[in-house]
């Protein structure tokens, strides 16, 4: 028995889709791919997999793919907490509330807690409506982050730039 990675329930051996919302079985899916001789030798798990094929192996938030490079899958993702443990103790292992992010993404939320207004009841499962709608809310938060980000970096590049080139003429002229 595993747990709906999209709505938390629970779903008995074998079956190909969740009753309580209707969406595939990541976990089957999953369990078939960790038969393969390659994902076997590295460190892919079941629980990874499912979370990584419902989240359609790109960052939930800006939708950067995941499987792009070896350098971005190995190195550059992140399992965000979509509520931030630090607030939902009882939700560090559930499926529905880890979600696949690129470092960056990841680093914009942190610990931001996208349940308020409450939607979700400590104790009990979201259902994909709940669910979606704590993604939606933090996706727009990272945006938003994101864009402020942006901003301020376009600046800091320049002023690098610059300096840069600046420091590229005054060593040639010493060089004369």
């Not at 709906?4 to 209707?22: D, M, N, Q, R, T």
């Not at 880890?98 to 009990?124: E, I, M």
Request: aromatic share 10%; hydrophobic share 35%; with cysteine.
């Amino acid at each position: 028995m595993s747990d709906c990675v999209c709505c938390g329930h629970e779903l008995p051996s074998g079956c190909i889709s969740c009753a309580g919302c209707g969406s595939p079985n990541y976990f089957l899916i999953a369990q078939g791919l960790m038969q393969d001789e390659s994902i076997k030798q590295t460190y892919w798990d079941t629980a990874r997999l499912a979370g990584w094929m419902r989240d359609g192996l790109a960052c939930v938030y800006c939708g950067k793919d995941m499987l792009d490079s070896y350098d971005v899958t190995y190195h550059g993702y992140a399992t965000d907490h979509l509520l931030p443990v630090n607030q939902y103790k009882e939700l560090d292992s559930q499926g529905w509330n880890r979600v696949l992010t690129c470092r960056a993404c990841n680093s914009f939320k942190q610990d931001w807690n996208p349940n308020d207004p409450p939607l979700y009841t400590p104790g009990g499962q979201p259902g994909v409506a709940v669910r979606s709608e704590l993604l939606n809310r933090a996706k727009e938060f990272v945006r938003q982050k994101r864009q402020a980000r942006e901003a301020l970096f376009q600046r800091e590049q320049q002023a690098i730039q610059r300096a840069f080139k600046s420091l590229k003429a005054g060593l040639a002229a010493a060089a004369k």
